[in-house]
């Protein structure tokens, strides 16, 4: 069998693990300072030794876990796609099995995110329309990134949309395809009016648009 550790060898293992966790920890408060800098203010408008000040890290410490402002943002993308994954859209599903419902779910939930995000006075959008319409033709990782985030929501929809057949049948490959893009394109038409507009109720306004695009051929 294994040989006990000696004790130094425990503690070693101990110090190790406590680090590995404070590493994370730091890595999670720097992704969460630039995640929430990005949405409220924009990706050119914030720089590194801002990000650092928010996480209360310096900007060599930082530069540990991110090679560049732009990495940083790929993780921001990765993290805020998980986040909504878990809260919007696996929460929503979770409520019920209709399709309708669903829809109104994730409208709900999402209006509630930015209404709470209001709080200081302003509507900041969708934080993945605010950074992929900002840095598209600048950055072509980033636009990437942003893309790929909407085909793994576009997933979400799909699932809507096969649950939710017209009266007149099931929709070809086609109409459904159709149907997905116009369910995203809806969605961020809505969180772009949301910040020209400051006012999160445009949100809810999509709802009946996006329930049309569930009963259409």
Known sequence: GHRARSIDENQLVGYLLAM???S???KARIIAAASLLFWKRSYRAVNVALISDTAEVNKATLYQYFASKEALALAV???NFQRTRDYIFEGSFAV???PGRRIEEIYRRVFETAKAARADGASPGCPFVNIGAEMATESPEIRKAVSKTFSRFGAYYR???RDAAPANGARSKRGEDKAVRALIATMNGVMMASKIENRPEAIL????TARLILEAK
């Open 159 to 161: 699932r809507i949309v």
């Open 96 to 98: 019920s099995d209709d």
């Open 205 to 208: 306004e999509g709802i009946g």
């Open 77 to 79: 993308i990765e993290d």
């Open 24 to 26: 994370e920890q730091t």
């Open 20 to 22: 590995a966790r404070k």
